[in-house]
């Protein structure tokens, strides 16, 4: 990271601001680049950070090629944040999240290659394993893309990796922030299904998830942070006192029941490490031998937010909520 320059796509998004804040504190970079093309985010990105002669502002949609390009210029690291997210909005507006999550994902590889750019991390979600969503399919597109991207690489120093991980505790897309307006409102909150389990993170893990995935990288992994598991019905009891009134909506168009992060059919190449599981690329990538400390997963391994070992209690979502 000495001396070197990092650029974040969708860097005015809860993720994205985050993770800029926090490589403010690490004064080895050069220069810190945050890539959208919202401006009144970058304004209040900016007002809310303060001046730091290493930070830029690009405006800028990773649909446009030529414009990702120019913003890539002396760039060492990328961590690809931007995408399309609302699941029931993509079911109804399919070609835009392709033109931005498959497409504008394409865009990147092929500008961070043109680019001679060092390492590209992008970000992934529960939603591209075994998708029943059409979000979760462009992601799970824009993955194997970024995987693929490590066997045309050829001589250029380009590496690249995914990142999956879970819902984001108190990101803006998150269902904590939606049920507390409306507790703020009094109004009833809308359950869609009581048997529904996630896969759950704070921000500041999804961060440091990155920040050691960017450190190990070696090109063609899919990191899997070990994160613990929620029941819908404990955060409601977590969120509000007990009588507070729900009503079910059933399940959105595009939504699972549980998640998933690993499926059964990835379970021959994957390892598990002390706070992760790695899944291997298919093709064949001689740099990407298990190291040492990996472990095979069973072969009948699945990684689902259901059958997971690890659970959030009632106290301890009460506690994150809190904090």
Known sequence: ??????LITGGTGSFGSAFVTSLLKNQKW???????????????LRELIGADDRLRFFIGD??????ISRALEGIDTVVHAAALKQVDTGEYNPIEFIKTNVYGSNNLIEACLDNN???????????????????????LTADKLFIAANSYSGSKPTRFSVVRYGNVLGSRGSVIPFFQSLIAQSESLPITDLRMTRFWITLSDAI?????????????????????????TDLIKALVPEGYPTHIVGIRPGEKLHEEMIGIGESFRTYVAKDRFIVLPSFVNNR??????????HEDFCYRSDTNEDWLTIDQLKKLITN
Do not use: C
């Not at 990271?1 to 990092?6: A, F, Y």
């Not at 990773?62 to 414009?67: A, C, N, P, V």
């Not at 050691?212 to 929620?230: A, N, T, W, Y």
């Open 1 to 6: 990271m000495k001396n070197e320059s990092i």
């Open 30 to 44: 050069r220069r810190i680049v945050v890539f959208s093309r919202d401006e009144l985010k970058q304004l209040k």
């Open 62 to 67: 990773i649909r446009d090629k030529e414009r």
């Open 117 to 139: 750019v060092g390492n590209v991390i992008a970000l992934s979600t529960d939603k591209a394993s075994s998708p029943i969503n059409l979000y979760g399919a462009t992601k």
């Open 208 to 232: 440091d998830f990155v920040h050691s995935s960017l450190r190990i990288m070696r090109g063609g992994e899919l990191f899997v942070p070990k994160i613990p598991s929620m029941r819908i």
């Open 288 to 297: 990407l031998k298990p190291l040492r400390d990996w472990r095979a997963v």
